[in-house]
């Protein structure tokens, strides 16, 4: 698959703050049984515990790609200590849904505990809640979240990049979802580097590869590299490996 300037930087009100621009209007049809059906799942295996649900990613910013977008689902818990865990039922749930609607990539099915304090103790959640999240149940946390602005509060990949990386390079046999997950945290967080500076923000790959290279145009063929591994994945393990350490070292020099 081609390298394509596709992406758009998330929408910002006058002084900066981060614009939600998800909706249900934004999902197109053929998408919205399988949400409904993932929603129920959570309702029936968990029922009362729920707190509330949310769908995020590039499905309700109407910027999914057929054969190429995850699902990504994640409900607020009562009675649950966990700050980000995957749901005992996905495997099952996710094989039964991918071949009723073969668009779907991947099903990712997660869960999280719900807090009164919720800002203060999972920030990193709060912020995908108010600024990329569309709220399918519940309670939605959105209108009283503070606004967040492209600074550090945003940063999702960068501060763990090390440890990604390393959970990585310890596999022996890697998979294409494997390639383009570790690809996928290089590029965002290559773009989390220069973010504050470009006053913007961005989850799509092409836009993060683009606006990178403007910052550091001498590491912009490792970086496209990445995204082209992220379109064409490789189950290279020796290839890829040396790949990220090449750019993880010139990367961990700024």
């Known amino acids: ?57 590039s499905i309700p910013r109407g910027m999914q790609v057929d054969g190429f977008s995850d699902m990504d689902v994640f409900a607020l818990l009562y009675d649950f200590e966990g700050r980000w865990e995957v ?13 009723e609607y073969p668009f779907v990539r991947d099903v990712e099915i997660m869960l999280s505990s719900y ?19 569309l709220c399918l149940y519940g309670k939605d946390f959105n209108t009283i979240l503070p606004p967040f602005f492209p600074n550090q509060e945003m940063i999702l990949n960068l501060t763990v990049l090390k440890e990604d990386l390393d959970v990585f390079l310890q596999k022996e046999k890697i998979t294409e979802r494997d390639c383009q997950e570790i690809t996928k945290i290089i590029i965002r967080s290559g773009f989390e580097m220069v973010m504050e ?58």
């Open 115 to 133: 807090s009164d304090d919720f800002y203060k103790k999972n920030k990193r959640l709060a912020m995908i809640i108010k600024t990329q999240s």
């Open 197 to 254: 500076k470009e006053g913007k923000f961005t989850t799509d790959l092409y836009l993060c590869y683009q606006v990178f290279s403007k910052y550091f145009p001498k590491e912009e063929k490792e970086m496209r590299e990445m995204l082209h591994l992220y379109l064409n994945p490789s189950t290279d393990f020796a290839y890829l490996s040396k790949k990220i350490k090449i750019i993880h070292s010139k990367l961990s020099s700024y």
């Open 87 to 99: 749901a005992k039922w996905q495997p099952k749930l996710e094989a039964l849904l991918q071949k």
């Open 1 to 57: 698959m081609k390298i394509k300037p596709i992406g758009k930087f998330f929408l910002q009100a006058e002084n900066g703050a981060i614009i939600n621009d998800t909706s249900f209007e934004k999902i197109t049809s053929k998408w919205l049984p399988l949400i409904e059906k993932i929603k129920n799942s959570y309702l029936e295996n968990l029922g009362a515990q729920v707190h509330s649900i949310y769908i995020r990613g």
